[in-house]
């Protein structure tokens, strides 16, 4: 890959991830089953097509490609799971608003795990990016709830998409990962991880809520978000740095909030379209920025 390719290419499929990424939750809000019957079927139904996508393109299954995937997999369901249990204690808002923090995090462990050096500049955008995101999720005015519970699960559910991240970026960064391939396992031990708290924390009348229309807006998020987004992303792991790509991801707050006003009807509030700007600003400014590597 030529150097300017290097470049323009994977910010082209990161803009292209941001927008798949932000739809997901417009989409999800569309489903009427409990949220943990919605994150089972996203998984099941993610399967079959990256697997038919993976061996379309000569690609198997095998116990090295489970083994390189069992942990950020494993971490990726385990994430909804956190999620779910959090919305119970909590305002998605504050959810939203924890999990936002992930770029900060990502900044702190850039450097020891893959030797990103991000330059102050960088830093500071980073932060009012995190602060800009921040106001795109509560500027909506709803009522924001959170116990001590709830917090602690919004952490967690933070921790565990951090997780996936940046085992994802590693394995991206030091070996030839098929992307459908890397994508086709996290999700089978995703669907793994998912089965148990299925089984405990949902009967029969969770499921009988699924059905009809469910069906379209899952597939839909199965594909696009799920199938398309995540291993675009994962191909984008080999050539941005962790700490950029997680900054950039934000701009999934943007776009989601931008799609809910003319499908859910949720109007954007003048403070949530400057935290929005504020977002696009930070990122524009990051992309300007060369990084720094040892």
């Known amino acids: ?3 300017t390719r290097r470049v323009d290419l994977p910010l082209a499929v990161m803009a292209v991830v941001v927008v798949l990424f932000g739809l997901g939750p417009v989409l999800t809000k569309l489903v009427t089953a409990p949220p943990l019957v919605g994150a089972l079927m996203r998984f099941a139904v993610s399967v079959p ?9 000569g690609g198997r299954i095998n116990r090295r490609l489970l083994r390189a995937t069992a942990l950020p997999g494993i971490a990726f369901g385990t994430n909804l799971i956190f999620v779910f249990a959090a919305v119970q204690e909590t305002t998605v808002s504050v959810l939203s608003t924890v999990v936002a923090n992930q770029p900060a ?6 450097g020891p795990l893959f030797g990103e050096r991000p330059t102050t500049r960088h830093v500071l955008w980073t932060l009012g990016g995190v602060v800009g995101a921040a106001v795109v999720i509560l500027g909506a005015g709803d ?7 709830g917090i602690v699960l919004a952490l967690l559910a933070l921790a565990t998409f951090t997780a996936y991240w940046v085992l994802t970026r590693s394995a991206r960064r030091d070996t030839d990962v098929d992307p459908i ?5 996290v999700n089978i031990w995703a669907v793994v991880s998912a089965v148990p708290p299925v089984m405990l924390f949902t009967n029969g009348d969770d499921w009988s809520r699924f059905g009809g229309p469910d069906w379209l807006w899952i597939v839909m998020i199965a594909l696009f978000t799920g199938a398309l987004g995540h ?4 191909w984008v792991h080999a050539y941005v740095e962790a700490a950029r790509s997680s900054l950039y991801m934000l701009g999934m707050h943007v776009v989601a909030v931008g799609l809910s006003w003319p499908i859910h009807g949720e109007p954007v509030t003048v ?6 700007a504020v977002v696009l600003l930070c ?8 990084p720094r590597t040892e």
């Open 1 to 3: 890959m030529s150097p």
């Open 271 to 276: 403070v949530q379209a400057i935290g929005g």
């Open 283 to 290: 990122v524009a400014m990051v992309i300007r920025i060369p």
């Open 49 to 57: 097509i990256l697997l038919l996508l993976f061996t379309a393109r």
């Open 231 to 234: 291993v675009m992303m994962s």
């Open 181 to 185: 391939g890397w994508m086709t396992g």
């Open 143 to 149: 009522d924001v709830r959170a116990s001590a519970l």
């Open 105 to 110: 995090v990502l900044l702190v462990l850039a």
